[in-house]
């Protein structure tokens, strides 16, 4: 089925152009250039893997409850929508939200995808070039598994959010080659990273929580990269200089986190646009959520360097400034953990059953 009779709201036009600006960079230095870029280089090859054989999608999701949302957790909780709504009516919301939440990482994906491939052709070191390339494919591999999922599983898309285009297309136009890092590897990246930690972290159900442990594993890698290149770029800045990216940085958060509403949601069951933003802003769930997915970025904003007092400022406007004292890479760490766990507890349940399987054979043998 074509994935535009799947989205939630009529698409008319399935393609986004956006001028490319900025100079294609070369280098011909060959010489084995940063040690700790060519170690991140060096890892995410090793860590490559097939979405198609690593996740076990003969599992079964219900696409009218695919996360195992709780019913607090969900925005028109305690309101008179919800009261009149019916069992049925619930899980078509579930079912709407976890789309749209899904569609939102697809696009996203998609996003990085182009802005890594951006980064391969932009960035003047052949290292970061080495890495980005690495990036490209985990991206796509990303956005095979998320519109596999939304395809297969919950059959239903959304839109990309406005803001959220918003963001990576300014992200793209920008001439200078290390506003990809800066839009994608930090704000988008770091703030997907977030969302999908919450999600993994909360749901019961397999598919999503192997879907998002795997994904996460290979972003990780991704924001350290951003970090390594940008604070080592950054250093080299005029004053005037770092005011323009924290600006960008500034500017792409508040976008950001407005995104994070849902609000297309509540329109499409029949809610005005002014009461769904109503309702959002008075969800304690979603103001919780809204303020824990900036966890990853602003420990990694203050690392890279972009600091000063307005963007504090705004950070401190946003109830999330002490989040620049958390530690990226103990966060790294454990979601490398993570995956490897649901590996090895798969792997070994998978080999349980083997055995099993070996040993009734045996069993009926003998019988005979």
């Known amino acids: 089925m074509s994935t535009r009779d799947l989205y939630a709201k009529a698409q008319q036009d399935l393609t986004w152009q956006v001028p490319a600006t900025g100079a294609a ?10 040690e700790r870029l060519l170690n991140l280089y060096q890892k995410g090859k090793d860590k490559q893997w097939d979405g198609a054989k690593r996740i076990d999608w003969d599992l079964e999701v219900d696409p009218l409850d695919p996360l195992g949302t709780p019913d607090e957790a969900m925005t028109l909780y305690g309101t008179r929508h919800w009261d009149r709504m019916s ?20 696009h996203g994906e998609q996003g990085a995808m182009v802005c890594a491939a951006r980064i391969v052709e932009s960035a003047p070191d052949l290292d970061a070039k080495f890495y980005s390339a690495t990036q490209t494919m985990d991206e796509a591999r990303h956005a095979e598994i998320y519109g596999r999922f939304l395809h297969e599983k919950i059959g239903m898309l959304y839109p990309v959010n406005d803001n959220l285009q918003a963001l990576l297309g300014d992200t793209l136009r920008d001439s200078r080659w290390d506003m990809p890092y800066l839009g994608m590897q930090v704000l988008i990246e770091g703030l997907a ?21 795997y994904v996460m594993q290979d972003e990780a890698r991704h924001v350290a990269f951003g970090r390594m290149a940008l604070r080592d770029y950054y250093r080299q800045l005029t004053d005037a200089e770092l005011r323009e990216r924290e600006e960008f940085v500034i500017e792409g958060c508040y976008l950001m986190r407005d995104r994070l509403r849902g609000v297309e949601v509540l329109e499409n069951f029949g809610i005005p646009k002014q009461e769904a933003e109503e309702c959002s802003e008075r969800s304690e769930y979603l103001q919780l959520f809204r303020k824990l997915l900036f966890s990853r970025i602003v420990p990694c904003v203050k690392d890279i360097g972009l600091w000063g007092e307005r963007l504090q400022r705004a950070y401190v406007d946003m109830g999330v400034l002490e989040m620049g004292d958390s530690s990226l890479d103990a966060l790294m760490a454990q979601d490398e ?5 649901l590996d090895a507890e798969r792997f070994a349940a998978e080999e349980r059953l083997r055995v099993a399987e070996v040993e009734e054979a045996v069993a009926a043998g003998r019988a005979d």
């Open 193 to 213: 990273l977030a969302a999908f930690g919450m999600i993994r972290d909360t749901t019961d159900k397999p598919l999503p929580q192997q879907i998002l442990a």
């Open 25 to 34: 960079r070369f280098s011909w230095e060959y010489d084995q250039g940063r």
């Open 87 to 106: 069992p049925r009516e619930r899980g078509e919301l579930r079912k709407h939200y976890a789309s749209w939440q899904f569609s939102q990482f697809l």
């Open 337 to 341: 953990e993570i995956a490897e766990k």
